[in-house]
T-cell receptor, first 115, second 114 residues
Framework: ETGVTQSPTHLIKTRGQQVTLRCSSQ?????VSWYQQALGQGPQFIFQ???????GRGNFPPRFSGLQFPNYSSELNVNALELDDSALYLC??????????????FGPGTRLTVT | AQSVTQLDSHVSVSEGTPVLLRCNYS??????LFWYVQHPNKGLQLLLK??????LVKGINGFEAEFKKSETSFHLTKPSAHMSDAAEYFC????????????FGGGTRLMVKP
């Protein structure tokens, strides 16, 4: 069983640029969630994708967008980068079930630095 | 709306002594509760979860947590700390009607002294 993987591991961008982060979900999982973890804080929910459709969104502006592909892998795109976007971006996969919340398995994260 | 408060940002214990990490939650519905651990430069690992079954939940590496609805608490304990337990710990709440969104507390950094 392959765990959640993310790429790249580290990234440095300049303010105003755009960035794409990638996530491969755990085998058999159909739901991907993205979180932003600023230094010294707990992760904050950005959005979730279930079977290729957005299934919930946190308090993040529209310049944060995402995609989920038929193989359930996912991308997080951030446009017009700001200094405050510097953070660890975590992807989590789970098996979405009608019965309620299921365990989410996290990848190692992508460390984004905006200068 | 759901929220989590971790009452201590830092906890320091000696190796071999008990660990107590405190967590209070707020939820409009019957929540699911989790504890995750994050070691430096590593991803989040699930320690244990509560999903309305037994109120005392056992997790990995000797950790356990007790769900107390009357106190809206979900404290994490371990009888004897090990040096490898030093890490950041997050208490997390999730509600089904919130689409499986996880809401994290601010974290507690556990330090273990030899």
């Amino acid at each position: 069983e392959t765990g959640v993987t993310q790429s790249p591991t580290h990234l440095i961008k300049t303010r105003g640029q755009q960035v794409t982060l990638r996530c491969s979900s755990q085998s058999g999982h159909n739901t991907v969630s993205w979180y932003q973890q600023a230094l010294g804080q707990g992760p904050q929910f950005i959005f979730q994708y279930y079977r290729e459709e957005e299934n919930g969104r946190g308090n993040f502006p529209p310049r944060f967008s995402g995609l989920q592909f038929p193989n359930y892998s996912s991308e997080l795109n951030v446009n017009a980068l700001e200094l405050d976007d510097s953070a660890l971006y975590l992807c989590a996969s789970s098996l979405g079930l009608a019965g309620g919340p299921s365990e989410q398995y996290f990848g190692p994260g992508t460390r984004l630095t905006v200068t | 709306a759901q929220s989590v408060t971790q009452l201590d940002s830092h906890v320091s214990v000696s190796e071999g002594t008990p660990v107590l990490l405190r967590c209070n939650y707020s939820s409009s519905y019957s929540p699911s509760l989790f504890w995750y651990v994050q070691h430096p430069n590593k991803g989040l690992q699930l320690l244990l979860k509560y999903t309305s079954a037994a109120t005392l939940v056992k997790g990995i590496n000797g950790f356990e947590a007790e769900f107390k609805k009357s106190e809206t608490s979900f404290h994490l304990t371990k009888p004897s700390a090990h040096m490898s337990d030093a890490a950041e710990y997050f208490c997390v709440v999730s509600e089904f009607n919130a689409g499986n969104m996880l809401t994290f507390g601010g974290g507690t950094r556990l330090m273990v002294k030899p």
